[in-house]
């Protein structure tokens, strides 16, 4: 089955700095990649979202990109702000697999003053 | 506005007690998953269902079971209630969207087994 791995696990940036997160799959026949992203107490909300036929998709200050030769993704988030602090998680389905999502571990985003 | 909703925010049970999860969602979707969420594992799959009555194992279905009745319920069972089945445990849905389809998740029962 599918396996994503996800770095780095915590994140601390000062506000205004840019924040990168990483993911890893291992199936090739993998072609969804949404990310989401969890506040404390709450339940986790897709954010943003690529398909394996494009490579990058932006989002005001959110970019995901892809690269599918290395099998890997990434979630770039600009001009950090204090409400971006949360965890967030990637994950990867076989769209021919009833979006069954395979997450990776996530990864603690701390945005300081 | 989708509404995913369990049936409990906190649960707390003895080893060995038969524990039920109760989910439901109001948007008509297909598809229905239980994950369990632990601290530098991230997301879980447990089971997933995507039509009344039918059901896959996801990746760590030992220990639990599942049942979908009716379309917009989806219940986890744990047959007999262990300690390391502690954790937080999230409830999802999504329309086939031809597998592209946003999950929903509900806002999550934390199990505690004593």
């Known amino acids: 089955g599918e396996n994503v791995e996800q770095h780095p696990s915590t994140l601390s940036v000062q506000e205004g700095d840019s924040a990168v997160i990483k993911c890893t799959y291992s199936d090739s026949a993998s072609n969804y990649f949404p990310w989401y992203k969890q506040e404390l107490g709450k339940r986790p909300q897709l954010i943003i979202d690529?398909?394996?036929?494009?490579g990058e998709k932006k989002d005001q200050r959110i970019a995901v990109t892809l690269n599918k030769t290395a099998k890997h993704f990434s979630l770039h988030i600009t001009e950090t702000q204090p409400e971006d602090s949360a965890v967030y998680f990637c994950a990867a389905s076989n769209t021919g697999t009833a979006s069954k999502l395979t997450f990776g571990t996530g990864t603690r985003l701390q945005v300081t003053l | 506005d989708v509404k995913v909703t369990q049936s409990s925010r906190y649960l707390v049970k003895r080893t060995g007690e038969k524990v039920f999860l109760e989910c439901v969602q109001d948007m008509d979707h297909e598809n229905m998953f239980w994950y369990r969420q632990d601290p530098g594992l991230g997301l879980r799959l447990i089971y997933f269902s995507y039509d009344v009555k039918m059901k896959e194992k996801g990746d760590i279905p030992e220990g639990y079971s599942v049942s979908r009745e009716k379309k917009e319920r989806f219940s986890l069972i744990l047959e007999s209630a262990s300690t390391n089945q502690t954790s937080m445990y999230l409830c999802a849905s999504s329309s086939p969207g031809g597998g592209y389809a946003e999950a929903f998740f509900g806002q999550g029962t934390r199990l505690t087994v004593v």
């Open positions: 690529i398909r394996s036929n494009v």
